[in-house]
């Protein structure tokens, strides 16, 4: 009896060890510090969801994005804006330097920001990919997107839509007339966009009074730094033209093996960069996959229609990747323009040089020089006669001795078993004329 009361102590003691692991877990001092460098761009996106999940996982106190950015792409920045919204731990943004354009966006879609005193924010205007001002459709949406995020954090949204759109009269704030608002740390903290300036990271966990937590810095990985490269809306169209050229250079000299490893290998870093950026899912490799065997047996089962077939799955498995549809179809329309003026360029201008076009280019010349004729000169055929032993319509057939020699008449009809005379001989057309009376008797 004795020993159960003892075993039901240890047991209930043990149960509340239990029970507290989720307050001593909920109590974490953990701060987790999320770069926020270069282009804003899709993989940059797929690097900043692993971080917060990370930091969500390990129920941190805080997240810190330390943001140095000339800006990016709106389609990432609305993703990144959305992770943080979406976040269960309130982000912190620290501007150690620069949060221009779809930075300033990132920064204020932030429950708190600080800057280094040398840091700017500002400068959003939407830009196309021409680097040309957006249409106002997409500028309209993007002043939306300043405004809206500005106010999600207890902000004015006047100085964010001045940060997008030049006509909004701040000239206390601005260089020039006719510019777009840049802040520097002391006026984004006199205006409210700011919630202190502080000169380093520590200086900023010392006034949070994190001092002592436990900092974890989330680095990149080398898989995700390659994504970020490949994914990049200016190497993507490079990728691609080099993989159509490659696979049109194999499609045109079959059996050399290089053009078309080139191409693949091209094609296998789009979808790897896609992929790790979480942008491809499997659904978009197996329609490769699909395309890819289809144009192979189109080799073996001619016709044309399962060639078709590939390439269609294979331009939709690249749309799939993608991630956004239009960026994508550009891209493409770039690629195949750059690999067909590209082939066009080689065969041209390198065609005779490089072996590779050898089987493509036909280098010899059939001329007379070398003994070749497209068909024999009987200059000697001039002057004589000749029955015609077919109607000459203005063609038919003429008896010259015992040859049938093909000839056509002067443009008037002719009649069977007439008498004619040959008056031109050019090459193979050999000209007739009907004799008069007159002529026969002489």
């Keep these: 009896m004795r020993k159960m009361k003892i075993f039901?102590?240890?047991?209930?003691?043990?149960?509340?060890?239990?029970?507290?692991?989720?307050?001593?877990?909920?109590?974490?001092?953990?701060?987790?510090?999320?770069?926020?460098?270069?282009?804003?761009?899709r993989g940059l996106q797929a690097?900043?969801?692993?971080?917060?999940?990370?930091?969500?996982?390990?129920?941190a106190q805080a997240i810190i994005?330390?943001?140095?950015?000339?800006?990016?792409?709106?389609?990432?920045?609305?993703?990144?804006?959305?992770?943080l919204q979406e976040s269960s731990i309130p982000p912190i943004a620290y501007i150690n330097q620069d949060a221009l354009s779809a930075g300033a966006y990132l920064a204020l879609n932030a429950e708190e920001i600080y800057m280094h005193p040398a840091a700017r924010m500002g400068a959003a205007q939407v830009i196309d990919q021409a680097g040309n001002a957006a249409g106002d459709k997409a500028n309209s949406a993007w002043l939306s997107s300043m405004s809206n995020a500005a106010e999600s954090s207890g902000r004015?949204?006047?100085?964010?839509?001045?940060?997008?759109?030049?006509?909004?009269?701040?000239?206390?704030?601005?260089?020039?007339?006719?510019?777009?608002?840049?802040l520097r740390a002391g006026e984004a903290e006199e205006v409210g966009y700011?919630?202190?300036?502080?000169?380093?990271?520590?200086?900023?966990?010392?006034?949070?009074?994190?001092?002592?937590?436990?900092?974890?810095?989330?680095?990149?990985?080398?898989?995700?730094?390659?994504?970020?490269?490949?994914?990049?809306?200016?190497?993507?169209?490079?990728?691609?033209?080099?993989?159509?050229?490659?696979?049109?250079?194999e499609l045109f000299t079959p059996g050399i093996g290089v053009p078309a490893l080139i191409g693949l290998t091209s094609l296998m870093l789009f979808f790897y960069g896609h992929l790790v950026a979480g942008l491809a899912g499997y659904e978009s490799i197996i329609l490769l996959f699909i395309g890819l065997g289809l144009m192979i047996a189109?080799?073996?089962?001619?016709?044309?229609?399962l060639g078709i077939l590939g390439i269609a799955a294979v331009l939709g498995s690249i749309l799939l990747a993608g991630g956004d549809l239009q960026t994508t179809a550009i891209s493409i329309l770039i690629a195949m323009i750059a690999a067909t003026s590209g082939m066009v360029i080689l065969v041209k201008f390198f065609g005779k040089r490089l072996s590779l076009f050898k089987r493509i280019i036909l280098s010899d010349a059939t001329d007379t020089k070398s003994g070749y004729v497209s068909t024999a000169n009987r200059p000697e055929l001039?002057?004589?006669?000749?029955?015609?032993?077919?109607?000459?319509?203005?063609?038919?057939?003429?008896?010259?001795?015992?040859?049938?020699?093909d000839a056509v008449s002067e443009g008037r009809y002719i009649g069977r078993s007439k008498d004619v005379k040959i008056i031109k001989v050019e090459g193979s057309r050999i000209v007739v004329r009907e004799l008069e009376k007159k002529e026969e008797e002489e």
């Design 8 to 41: 039901t102590v240890v047991m209930l003691f043990v149960l509340a060890l239990l029970s507290l692991i989720p307050v001593l877990h909920a109590d974490s001092h953990s701060v987790y510090i999320i770069p926020v460098e270069a282009e804003v761009e």
């Design 382 to 405: 001039i002057g004589q006669m000749a029955i015609t032993a077919t109607e000459l319509r203005p063609s038919g057939t003429i008896i010259f001795g015992d040859e049938r020699i």
């Design 298 to 305: 189109e080799f073996f089962i001619p016709g044309g229609v």
């Design 194 to 249: 700011s919630e202190g300036t502080v000169s380093s990271l520590e200086e900023l966990l010392e006034l949070k009074g994190m001092e002592d937590s436990e900092i974890v810095y989330i680095d990149e990985t080398f898989s995700e730094s390659l994504a970020r490269f490949l994914t990049n809306p200016v190497v993507v169209p490079i990728l691609l033209s080099v993989a159509m050229l490659g696979l049109l250079l």
């Design 156 to 182: 004015d949204p006047l100085y964010a839509v001045a940060m997008a759109d030049a006509s909004v009269d701040l000239p206390q704030y601005r260089a020039g007339e006719g510019e777009l608002l840049t």
């Design 47 to 59: 690097f900043i969801e692993r971080g917060i999940e990370e930091a969500e996982d390990a129920d």
């Design 65 to 83: 994005f330390e943001i140095d950015t000339p800006g990016g792409f709106v389609d990432a920045a609305d993703g990144i804006a959305r992770l």
